[in-house]
């Protein structure tokens, strides 16, 4: 079967490069039942359009509609557990051969799977900051239960507090992005797992590493663009195929 074959490819590539870095999206968590949260088209953008609810200019109006929004979301977030793409991924970098995680999620799975070095670069829900003072307070279970309670959570100064989380409207964090860039830059071999690399300026990062020389793996239900730039493409549900790719790479070592 052609996957196989691309399967033992990319375990090859793997073996042979000195430094991969991944870049994940919204696919790499859909096994754990964490709905698309920027996409188009997904359950949670049929209901809603996002720039109604999920853009910085509607939650500065209506924090409420943007919190009513994200808490069934959380509750999601908060119940789904790593699965085995996740795994997949901090065990490449628990045996040396993964330097960096690239995430699009909020969701925090890489970081329960043990992954330890994540860039995040749409941001997470650990911390909320103060839209009027610019405090940074962790979410901790107080703030989640006035969230659950319908509240809109604020700050000591009284301002709303937003979560840490990239609206649409917002810059990606600028420290993030750098850090991102400098790891793609620096990469020799590029794994897209999960990521239709749709949502730009994100997307820009695994071509900017191809441009800068690496080769790539991409691991995707649908084709996407950067499928004529990959060295191996495969297309498929990265929770069944990065396991077998770990297992390959583990048999060639
Ligand atoms: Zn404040």
Known sequence: MATDDAVDRAAELICRSHYMVAFTGAGHST???VPDFR??????????????????????????GFYD???PLAEMMTQAAPNPAHLALATLEEMGLLKAVITQ??????????SRRVLELHGHTRDATCIRCYAEVPMDAGIEQQIRHGHVPRCRCGGVL???????GEQLPLGVWHEAMEEA???????????SLTVTPAADIPFSAVEHGAQAIIVNMQPTFFDARANVVIHGDVAAILPRI?????TNL
């Open 31 to 33: 096994a754990s039942g």
């Open 162 to 168: 937003k979560p840490n989380v990239i609206l649409f």
């Open 105 to 114: 999620n909020i969701d925090n799975l890489h970081q329960r799977a043990g």
């Open 69 to 71: 929004w994200l808490r």
């Open 185 to 195: 830059h620096r990469s020799d071999l590029m794994l897209v797992a999960g990521s």
């Open 39 to 64: 996409s188009p088209g997904s359950g949670l953008w049929q209901k809603h359009d996002p720039m109604l609810v999920a853009s910085i200019w509607a939650f500065r109006l209506n924090p409420k």
């Open 246 to 250: 770990v297992e390959a790479v583990q």
